[in-house]
T-cell receptor, first 113, second 115 residues
Framework: GEDVEQSLFLSVREGDSSVINCTYT??????LYWYKQEPGAGLQLLTY?????DMKQDQRLTVLLNKKDKHLSLRIADTQTGDSAIYFC?????????????FGAGTILRVKS | DVKVTQSSRYLVKRTGEKVFLECVQD?????MFWYRQDPGLGLRLIYF???????EKGDIPEGYSVSREKKERFSLILESASTNQTSMYLC??????????????FGEGSRLTVL
């Protein structure tokens, strides 16, 4: 079955770059996503990348996709304390019935001032 | 602004009680989902629904049932709550797959504690 793996914890200093990594198993995934969950809140879509792209940049966020290795990464430039949250990688193995996303366990990002 | 509302943010129930978790979305989305979130396990899909009165099992449906009588409302039911169902429950919705990028819109979550 589908599986998404990511490291559980990352600690960085304010102003540094953060890189959160994810590996997935389903090579047929159409989209891959990064969601952010702030304390006490639900998940919000941060960014996504279509499977025929290698890179996507959106302000401080850079998503890199290596389809050969099934590896997805999220880079946050100039990390701020407000970026402290849990970051979930997700894939959508099938678009047949809605969006049955498969999520990783989440990476807790802690930003030290 | 899109909105998914979960009726209860925090619940404390006793073992064996019947528990209802309600979710309402105001975006006219066809698809609705219930996930549970546990530390180190991420989000796991319990049930989803792609239309009124339609439901499909997710990865961990045991001990749960769902109801979708109206398009905007998707309820998760624990017939007889057990301590291993203590968790954060997240509801989400999305429009039809053909017209969107797969984004799910989440509620704020319902934290259930079963004693």
């Amino acid at each position: 079955g589908e599986d998404v793996e990511q490291s559980l914890f990352l600690s960085v200093r304010e102003g540094d770059s953060s890189v959160i990594n994810c590996t997935y198993t389903d090579s047929s995934s159409t989209y891959l996503y990064w969601y952010k969950q702030e304390p006490g809140a639900g998940l919000q879509l941060l960014t996504y990348i279509f499977s025929n792209m290698d890179m996507k940049q959106d302000q401080r966020l850079t998503v890199l996709l290596n389809k050969k290795d099934k590896h997805l990464s999220l880079r946050i430039a100039d990390t701020q304390t407000g970026d402290s949250a849990i970051y979930f990688c997700a894939e959508t193995p099938s678009m047949e019935y809605g969006n049955k996303l498969v999520f990783g366990a989440g990476t807790i990002l802690r930003v030290k001032s | 602004d899109v909105k998914v509302t979960q009726s209860s943010r925090y619940l404390v129930k006793r073992t064996g009680e019947k528990v209802f978790l309600e979710c309402v979305q105001d975006m006219d989305h066809e698809n609705m989902f219930w996930y549970r979130q546990d530390p180190g396990l991420g989000l796991r899909l319990i049930y989803f629904s792609y239309d009124v009165k339609m439901k499909e099992k997710g990865d961990i449906p045991e001990g749960y049932s769902v109801s979708r009588e109206k398009k905007e409302r998707f309820s998760l039911i624990l017939e007889s709550a057990s301590t291993n169902q203590t968790s954060m429950y997240l509801c989400a919705s999305s429009p039809l797959a053909e017209i969107n990028t797969g984004e799910l819109f989440f509620g704020e979550g319902s934290r259930l504690t079963v004693l």
